[in-house]
């Protein structure tokens, strides 16, 4: 039996269905961004990307202890490609799951998922509560305050970035453009 591609709005339904948070629901939205710029930015599927992006934590609400474990069996249930679902393990690598990232596609997410989660946090604390207002040289100076969004996981970052072959810097640009195109969406557009 064929795999079924999934749509954006297939996989929207699915984070809708097993994410209840607003702020998951945010983070979800966030790394789908991200993924879509760097899938653009790399001539690669930018709808394969953005929808691995979107459910890369459809799990983590329902059993977190199982983290990546029950998104696989949600999504061969719904007859996704292994390519998918591998992708949204690798994204785990080294915290819940032992699936190295390989592809690019699979690089990117590991390296961007923690950092979408800083880059809002340091949003958040500034007066306007706008990512507009964020630069790369604000996340660098929140990224060495280890108490500041202690669950942010900055050896992550730096080994997808490695992974990358690219500097930190330049993978926080990029996230933080992506995140920036959709401020309205992430609740991080500002107070007025």
Known sequence: MQNHIPTRSEAFELVKQYIKTESLINHALAVEAVMRYYAQLHGQDVEKWGVIGLVHDLDWEVEPERHTLKTREILEAANWPEDYIRAVESHAFGSCTEV??????????????????????????????????????????????????????????????????????????????????????????GVD
């Open 100 to 189: 190295v990232p390989l592809s690019l596609l699979e690089k990117t997410l590991y390296a961007i998922d923690e950092l979408t989660g800083l880059i809002t946090a340091t949003a958040l604390v500034r007066p306007s509560k706008s990512i507009m207002d964020v630069k790369v040289k604000s996340v660098k100076r929140t990224w060495k305050t280890k108490n500041f969004a202690a669950g942010c996981h900055r050896e992550t970052i730096e080994k997808g970035a490695e992974m990358l072959g690219l500097e930190r810097g330049e993978l926080i640009e990029g996230t933080l453009t992506a995140m920036q195109g959709i401020a309205e969406e992430l609740g991080l557009k």
